[in-house]
């Protein structure tokens, strides 16, 4: 499943472009069946659970206003969140990109003397790559949420931000277990419940012996320093208490002002992302407490690029988004893909806008480059998204950012939309154009149908018939009308 | 009414059959229809592609050819296309004052604000749903992501359909995904494109209805062309010429090779 012969250069795009990514998944049946099935499942779930909730438009709204606010006053919430951290006992520390972070991390990890940490999910530390940057250094990071146990296991990527497992189905699951589980705890079926106990067991041992955690958060609260995960197995609970060292990595986007904003964000969040009106566990910590839970507290907070994107008005929108994965499930192009095509951590709509803007990556030859182009504008991500990110216009900017940065020139597309905006500027323009078209007639059948053109549009007739072009154009129709009535 | 009709390039060019029984159907309804004659293109395919600078003289060209509006001379605009109709509403002022032409941004959005696609013109501006229509066929409806999504057009399409006598409605299997088009993304992107193109095929031959509606030929030309490479035999046909038949002149289909047809099973 992992990409082959790529050059990987880091986690937000591992080198290869979404059109071979793309290329190679759309055949795979089995794959599309999986996505299928699951982004259905979920998508009828979050419908339910939109409509039933009264004022879901309100609370939309709600969440978009707060997280533009705190983008706006990002800065200040920063410094009253770590101001509060510190506080409460924890220890802040700021990471300008990747590397900055997993150094911080491990340097850490280092001086308490372990070789395996435990892990809940969390995106911004598979954004900056820790778990192989802690293995390249001899220390294992064990993913304790269960899908991600399961990519991790099967030595593959997430698929999904919400779901990272969505793209296997229970007997692929069954398989991974059976190869790395030890003896005595290998599944017999691929019964999701055994599936589920056998994990279990596996966890267990991992969580009590565990003396540092990592987390990342999906909000941070300025006003009192509070952190947030929210998750559906309780394995996240569990590292969050059971380690002496807490480490928490988290993008600086994720301050929000107050604990009465959170509350928005607690009906939205799991609405979006698994369609239940509230997700099983909700954890809350502040700082240290002695004698109960971790006794040590890092807050790393990660910058990455995001600095870059909030300096800039246009796409600065991407950073309001809460990671519910909802425009993935409701994305054409992801159900028939899925994640791996997009080759990075953040699939999807929103990693179509999200990734080129972290690597400010919008230049000819940069596969993230050619993310934005990879949507239909079909609009579906803007209708479904819980605070209301307008992927499709952030898109069309970023398509022309591309275009303008000289993407895409040698390729033949500048000359046919300049020779086609030549033409399409006037009508009179256009009429002469249209005179020519009864020459199209003869390239059709007698049915009147075209089976083959040449580029650009020949890999539109590779799967696709055109219709031949009228007789008579409309402007043409409408002329014989006039001179008829007079 | 003053009715100033908008055929799109497309619509002009190749699915004439379109804007025709627009103007039909709104003369019938007791309208004046205009074609201004210098009209040409809204730029939306060279907008969604990024060349914003090449979609800037289709811009201007669109705002002077529909400029009488600002003064009265028509009383709406109409449009047989959901997604050209976007691209005017959405797209036309965002790009002239992106490219800082602000005087042009200003014009475009009075225009935008009196630009309708046929089913909203006809339901919400003349406030009508029952046209008189006779269209003895079955049918179904798929609603493009553009007037879904953009121009917002609800259940306009199918509460005007439900009054056109002699029509069956069969529903659409997942009606609301995308066609897999998107422009220039059908050829950028064959290969997805034409896996989601085929899905619509399928659900559309699923129907067993005679005729796929739309408001847009750019979508009923790609979902058409696959279904006539796969062989379904449904027919494709623009929302203007299910409304514009009548019991006196009844919809007629044109002969083969002069409009979009599919191949159906030999
Ligand atoms: S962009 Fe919106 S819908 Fe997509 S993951 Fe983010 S918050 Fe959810």
Redesign the pocket.
């Known amino acids: 499943m992992r990409p082959q012969s790529t050059t990987e250069t880091s986690p937000l795009q591992w080198g290869e472009t979404f059109r071979d990514g793309s290329r190679r998944m759309v055949g795979n049946d089995q794959l599309r069946a999986n996505l299928r099935n699951a982004t259905e499942t979920i998508r009828s779930k979050r419908d339910a659970r939109a409509a039933e909730t009264q004022n879901w438009e309100e609370l939309r709204h709600a969440g978009a206003a707060i997280k533009r606010y705190s983008l706006d006053h990002l800065a200040d919430l920063l410094e009253e969140l770590e101001a509060n951290v510190t506080a409460n006992g924890g220890i802040v520390h700021w990471a300008r990109d990747a590397h900055e972070a997993n150094a911080i991390a491990y340097d850490i990890v280092a001086r308490h003397q372990v070789d395996e940490v435990v892990k809940v999910k969390s995106m911004a530390t598979q954004e900056i790559g820790l778990n192989e940057y802690f293995a390249d250094r001899g220390i294992q990071a064990v993913e304790t949420d269960l899908a991600e146990l399961i990519v991790q296991l099967g030595n593959d990527h997430p698929s999904h931000?919400v779901v990272p497992a969505i793209h296997r189905n229970r007997s692929e699951v069954r398989d991974i277990f059976t190869d790395n589980f030890e003896d005595g705890n290998r599944p017999s079926s691929d019964d999701p419940r055994e599936l589920t106990m056998r994990a279990r067991t596996h966890l267990r041992e991992k969580f009590l012996n565990a003396k540092v955690a990592i987390s990342g958060a999906n909000s941070m609260i300025a006003d009192t320093g509070a952190l947030s995960v929210y998750e559906s197995e309780g394995n996240g609970r569990m590292c969050l208490t059971l380690p002496e060292v807490l480490i928490s990595i988290v993008g600086i986007e994720k301050v929000i002002p107050t604990w009465q904003d959170a509350e928005v964000f607690t009906e939205l969040l799991p609405r979006?992302a698994t369609g239940e009106p509230m997700n099983p566990y909700t954890s809350w910590w502040t700082g240290v407490t002695p004698g109960d839970g971790p006794q040590e507290f890092h807050l790393i907070l990660l910058d990455n690029g995001r600095t870059t994107v909030l300096a800039d008005p246009l796409g600065r929108d991407a950073l309001a988004?809460?990671?519910?994965?909802?425009?993935?499930n409701i994305c054409p192009v992801y159900r028939m893909v899925g994640g791996h095509a997009y080759n990075s951590v953040y699939p999807?709509?929103?990693g179509a806008i999200l990734t080129p803007q972290l690597l400010g990556a919008f230049e000819d030859g940069d596969p993230s480059a050619t993310l934005p182009f990879a949507s239909t504008l079909c609009g579906a991500?803007y209708d479904?998204?819980?605070?209301k990110?307008d992927?499709p216009s952030i898109l069309v900017e970023l398509r022309r950012r591309s275009v303008e940065s000289g993407a895409g020139s040698g390729s033949g597309w500048g000359t046919a939309m300049k020779a086609s905006s030549e033409v399409m500027r006037s009508g009179r323009r256009l009429g002469a154009a249209e005179a020519l078209l009864p020459l199209g007639r003869a390239v059709a059948d007698k049915e009147g149908r075209i089976t083959q053109l040449p580029w650009p549009v020949s890999s539109w007739t590779k799967s696709r018939d055109v219709p031949s072009p009228p007789t008579e154009s409309f402007r043409r129709w409408m002329s014989r009308r006039e001179k008829a009535e007079r | 009414m003053r009715i100033a009709v908008f055929a799109t390039c497309m619509g002009d060019a190749m699915f004439p059959q379109a804007p025709r029984a627009t103007v039909t159907l709104l003369e019938r309804l007791g309208h004046e229809v205009f074609f201004p004659r210098q009209q040409a293109c809204c730029g939306q395919m060279h907008i969604n592609t990024g060349y914003f600078e090449d979609a800037l003289p289709l811009i201007k060209n669109h705002v002077k050819t529909f400029q009488p509006i600002l003064d009265g001379a028509w009383d709406a605009i109409v449009v047989p296309s959901g997604s050209c109709t976007g691209s005017i509403k959405h797209q036309q002022a965002m790009v002239a004052s992106k490219l800082g032409d602000q005087k042009l941004a200003n014009r475009a959005a009075i225009i935008a604000e009196n630009t309708y696609d046929l089913p909203l013109l006809l339901t919400d501006f003349l406030g009508i749903e029952d046209v008189g229509a006779y269209f003895p066929h079955s049918l179904t409806y798929h609603p493009t992501c553009h007037s879904m999504r953009i121009t917002k057009v609800g259940d306009a399409p199918e509460r005007l359909l439900s009054r056109v006598q002699g029509a069956t409605v069969v529903p659409l299997p997942d009606a609301e995904q995308c066609c897999g088009f998107g422009g220039t993304f059908s050829l950028k992107y064959p290969e997805v494109s034409s896996a989601l193109v085929s899905e619509k095929a399928r659900a559309v031959a699923s129907t067993g209805a005679e005729f796929l509606v739309a408001d847009d030929y750019s979508c009923l030309m790609n979902i058409s062309g696959r279904m006539s490479r796969l062989g379904i035999a449904t027919q494709p046909l623009h929302l203007a010429e299910v409304l514009a038949g009548t019991r006196d002149h009844p919809f007629r289909r044109e002969p083969a090779g002069t409009t979009l047809t599919t191949r159906g099973k030999a």
């Open positions: 931000v979006s988004c809460i990671r519910c994965g909802a425009c993935m999807g709509p929103i991500c479904v998204c819980p605070v990110i992927i």
